[in-house]
């Protein structure tokens, strides 16, 4: 039994979601024609209360879009120093869209409004960068699967307001902060101008991301996408799939996070293990004593045992729960820790 636990990215469709995709209607959904595209955008609108969705085939994309859409060259945006769409979009932010970040110095992944504050530079002062967006990423990534209080993005939609700043939601992972804090898709879209979700991570699709907006917003993305490379002919195979997730996927992701706190109690009482941060959601981060076991050798013990994780450099190592991710696999991963 293999077990691989590098992501929640992994996953394969399962036969029902494979059925859904097989049986989706289809058309060519650069000239809006694929009905199931334009269901699965309907759906996800409704969802958060927000008046369009755009379907995209990378959450890369389709944060990408959104910063093209709320900036003009030479802009700044602000966002946390782990912030996926400044660590890992490849630089898109400054190659697509001229922008460049600024850098906020949170805890796990999370900002506080006075943080964000006083990160904008002063509109009059013409030798800094304009500020325009407000980015934001929950659960945060690189913090662990952190899950931010939702009574602070409410404060910083303050300062945004008060500042006449765009604020943009990455949420790759807002399905296991929603599951994990009780909360609706329709708080948040009442917050942000536009929100990016995930279907091919906890949700277990194929391939796919979703941005929801204004009308007048989601127009405009269409034109983005077509130019960054993204209309796509017969989604709707892909789509179908994301409804089935929508239907059945979402409140089993307890799941994963049960199981991902269970690893976090078993990993904190091996000697090896320094410390485990905090676990919200299917996120486990947590760090090694080089001096006892380095991390190649642990990877490698791992390995032996037909477990897969990585490593994260620094002596961190990251372990993701998932859909396919069983509960034999559980059993014989916990055993194995033990074991070590
Ligand atoms: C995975 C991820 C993305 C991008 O998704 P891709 O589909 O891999 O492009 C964006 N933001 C966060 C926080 C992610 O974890």
Redesign the pocket.
Known sequence: MKINLISD?VTKPTPEMLNAMFTSEVGDDVFKHDPTVNELEAKVAAMFGMEAALFFP????A?QTAIKLHTQPGEQLICDKYA??FN??GGGVSFNSGVSCRLVDGDRGMMTAEQVEEAINPPDFYHSPLTTLVCI?N???KGGGACWDFKELEKIKAVCEKHGLKYHL?G??LWNALVAKGESPKQYGALFNTI?V?L??GLGCPVG?VLVGSKKDIDRAIRVRKMFGGGMRQAGYLSGAAIYALDNHIERLHEDHRKAKEIGVVLDGLSFVKSVEPIETNIIIFAIDEKLITQEQFLAKLKENNVEIIGMGQGKLRIVTHLDYTDNMHNRFISILKSL
């Open positions: 990215t990378s959450g890369t994309m944060n996926h769409i890992y979009e990423e659960t945060a990534n990455d790759a992972r990016s995930c091919s991570k991301s």
